[in-house]
């Protein structure tokens, strides 16, 4: 018990900044407790809140539509998904919000293929000031109007990252030679035609990777991931690694400890914003805060009903046989009386912890006394923020038959 609640804690006990304390301090001094919840709370709902829209574009059959949809984590099939394999016909923008997170959307612009092209029209007609960046696939052939659109969103002040899809193509095709090359040659020597044709029309810092829609996870996929999440701004990196769909044990991994640094927040908030009484409980908490937080972590990592549907159809298992890799009491059911139970449980258990550091922060002399429930809220979150991390790793390796 002591044992699960330490090791997540003592990695990242660093989790509150030095700003942050010193903000706390200050909206302390200026206002009490209620001014430090006021204050949690604004931040937290910045980063609940933040937007993020991604462009998709490229010439008409690149893959635009069916990246998208494997992005989002749905099949072509799935309700909601971008219709593909089929002739563009809308000459506008449209939008795929993530599932479960309308705040994320991904854009599917139309197609770039005509000779006549003009970029600088292009990004007028689909409102390039709506994205945070651009992404420009191609597949196959480099062509004059990837450079040209590449200059003008440059020229606009805008970034972009160049994606070489359907790599899965080129492998097979090589596949069928003679003497076929390794395919981490026939990989490098994309990239390096990608590079080098960026490079002479003076792109030659932009990024390049190659992926394939049909096996996202492989590739340069987690090169792709990484440098996206690096280059947003906190708040929006925050959304787009939430939104993501749990493609490999390393995004899994990254949300896990992305959550961790927020759950004091919460744990502060639920303790102090509303003093209602649990039935046999000692302390009062907000139970709808926890509630609502816990049912998101379960989105999440994906084991929320939709989720998991999706997930199985994806990987064309069963959805029994990967809920049967769900455990924990969170994963299976969710309400107020689970919750409840589970705050009874957690009572003390990680006090050591927790005062290990947060007694940086001035208020806690005040949150250690009678009847705040902070402890244990942060105890029980913590938790159910690791039980519900592994839950989704068992059910990625089920998913996939596979290490991941
Ligand atoms: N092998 C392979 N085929 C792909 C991949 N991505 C897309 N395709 C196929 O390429 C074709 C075109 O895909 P779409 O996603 O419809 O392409 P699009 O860019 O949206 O096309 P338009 O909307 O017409 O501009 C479809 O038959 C897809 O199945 C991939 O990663 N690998
Ligand atoms: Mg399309």
């Known amino acids: 018990m002591y044992e699960r609640v330490l090791r997540p804690t003592l990695s990242g006990f660093e989790q509150i900044s030095e700003r942050e304390v010193a903000e706390i301090q200050e909206a302390y001094e200026l206002g009490g407790l209620a001014e430090v919840v006021t204050r949690v709370q604004c931040s937290l709902e910045t980063l609940w ?160 990777f190659l992926l394939s829609s049909f096996e996202m996870e492989k590739y340069d996929f987690q090169a792709f991931e990484d440098t996206l999440e690096r280059e947003l701004p906190g708040h929006k990196r925050h959304a787009f690694l939430l939104s993501l769909p749990n493609l490999s044990g390393a995004i899994i991994e990254k949300k896990r400890q992305l959550l961790h640094q927020e759950v004091w927040k919460v744990a502060l908030v ?36 939709a989720s998991l549907a999706r997930l199985a159809e994806r990987a064309g298992k069963p959805l029994e046989v990967l809920r049967a890799e769900v455990r924990s009491v969170l994963g299976r059911s969710i309400n107020k ?18 005062n290990f550091f947060f007694h940086r922060i001035p208020i806690y002399g005040a949150l250690a006394s009678g009847g705040i429930s902070f402890h244990t809220t942060y105890s029980m979150l913590s938790q159910c923020l690791e039980e519900l991390a592994a839950d989704s790793q068992r059910v990625l390796v089920k998913a996939f038959d596979s290490e991941v």
């Open 49 to 208: 809140n933040a937007r993020l829209d991604v462009a998709v574009t490229g010439e008409s059959g690149a893959g635009k539509s069916t990246f998208v949809n494997a992005l989002r984590g749905l099949s072509d099939e799935d309700e909601g998904a971008a219709q593909t394999g089929v002739t563009e016909t809308t000459a506008q923008p449209t939008a795929y919000p993530y599932p479960g997170y309308p705040n994320v959307t991904l854009w599917d612009l139309p197609g770039i293929g005509t000779p006549s092209f003009r970029a600088d029209r292009y990004l007028e007609a689909v409102n390039f000031t709506r994205y945070d960046f651009f992404i420009i696939l191609a597949s196959e052939r480099f062509k004059e109007n990837h450079v040209r659109l590449a200059r003008a969103i440059v020229e606009q002040g805008k970034r972009f990252y160049f994606v070489r899809a359907k790599v899965d193509n080129d492998l097979e095709a090589t596949r069928r030679r003679k003497n076929p090359p390794e395919e981490e040659e026939v990989l490098e020597e994309i990239r390096r035609d990608c590079r080098e044709r960026l490079g002479q029309a003076g792109l030659g810092d932009a990024k390049v």
């Open 270 to 305: 639920s303790s102090l914003v509303a003093a209602v009484p649990l039935p046999g409980l000692a302390f009062t908490c907000d139970v709808s805060i926890l509630l609502r937080k816990l049912a998101a972590y379960r989105q999440d990592f994906g084991l929320d009903a």
């Open 337 to 354: 009386e689970v919750v409840i139970g589970l705050l009874g449980k957690a009572t003390g258990g990680g006090l050591v912890v927790v």
